[in-house]
């Protein structure tokens, strides 16, 4: 056989594995699959000059590039069932770097606060606006508003710091999914009790793995004061939020997704706080908008002194397509 011939079944073979093989196997992995088929094919040569030729050498490589995607692809998607509409829009809502505009509103109520065990209240609503920067890369603005009530020391009633952090993308990524940025926190709080009174900057990033009815990764960020109000103490603090998260195919979905925070500027003993717990939600679209709400209840393994024992927590979330 001439070698430019050779040539052209070697181009031909990598050529179905790039086209069939591409999404279900990554390219270190091709052998695994060609391999086998290769023997398959050494065998049918050695038996092949006890039969008449069938058909054109091209022709007989194009119904085998058939076969070998037909045989290949009917076991992988088997083993992985596409996931529903419902099942997506679950996911969509967790996942930070998705691409939709998103407003989630978290209602929040803390037990057992202070020397009298009061209730404080919070609602924290923190939007979620994508931005395509270019066919590669996107930008995620997420700023975060807090309006608190807290029962102890002295009741106190009005927004806390707001937050507002920003993510680079990638625009192309689904199964591992990454973003880093800058956040920045300003002293906009209406009372002393409820903010730092200094101006604060850290950096954040977020590893998310989707994959199947599974969303799961991790999002941090820290914070650290370098301007405001010198009167005040210093702000030194990190922030971990792990989310592991299962959706089912109805669009309900259960997940545990903790705010860990750590205080570099605290005593030992009060520098923790570790929830633990879990949430139940559901996905739907009521008309033309898409929306989830979800509840949970979580108890701290670590609290500082004076904090909340214990938390329960509702959120609704409304899902907008983001324009390009």
């Not at 959706?247 to 500027?265: I, R």
Request: aromatic content about 10%; some cysteine; overall charge negative.
């Amino acid at each position: 056989m001439e070698q430019g011939q050779l040539n052209w079944i070697a181009n031909f073979i990598w050529g179905i594995a790039d086209d069939v093989l591409r999404d279900l196997y990554v390219r270190g992995k091709y052998r695994d699959v060609i391999l086998p088929m290769t023997v398959l094919r050494r065998l049918d040569a050695v038996l092949e000059p006890g039969r008449p030729p069938l058909m054109p050498l091209g022709e007989s490589l194009a119904l085998s590039g058939l076969l070998l995607g037909a045989v290949l692809g009917m076991p992988a998607r088997a083993q992985e069932a596409p996931t529903t509409a419902a099942q997506e829009l679950a996911k969509n809502a967790r996942n930070p770097f998705a691409e939709f505009v998103k407003l989630p509103v978290q209602f929040t109520t803390g037990f057992g606060i202070g020397p009298r065990h009061r209730a404080g209240e919070s609602i924290n609503v923190q939007p979620v606006l994508p931005l395509s920067l270019s066919a590669e890369w996107d930008l995620i603005f997420r700023p975060s508003v807090t309006a608190t009530y807290l029962p102890a020391p002295g009741a106190q009633f009005g927004l806390e710091d707001l937050q507002a952090s920003l993510f680079l993308t990638p625009a192309e990524a689904t199964k591992w999914i990454w973003g880093l940025g800058p956040i920045v926190q300003l002293p906009t709080a209406t009372t002393d009790e409820l903010g730092t009174g200094r101006w604060s900057a850290g950096p954040t990033g977020a590893l998310i793995y989707s994959s199947g009815p599974w969303l799961n990764g991790v999002l941090t960020y820290h914070l650290a004061s370098f301007a405001g109000d010198r009167h005040r103490s210093s702000l030194n603090q990190t922030y971990i939020e792990p989310e592991v998260s299962y959706s089912f195919a109805s669009g309900w979905y259960v997940q545990c997704d903790p705010a860990l925070t750590y205080d570099w500027t605290a005593d030992s003993a009060d520098a923790w706080s570790i929830p633990m717990g879990a949430d139940i939600g559901d996905a739907l679209t009521i008309g033309a908008q898409a929306m989830t709400f979800q509840i949970g209840v979580y108890d701290f393994l670590k609290r500082p002194d004076g904090g909340a024992e214990w938390l329960m927590r509702a959120q609704v979330t409304l899902l907008f397509p983001a324009r390009h």
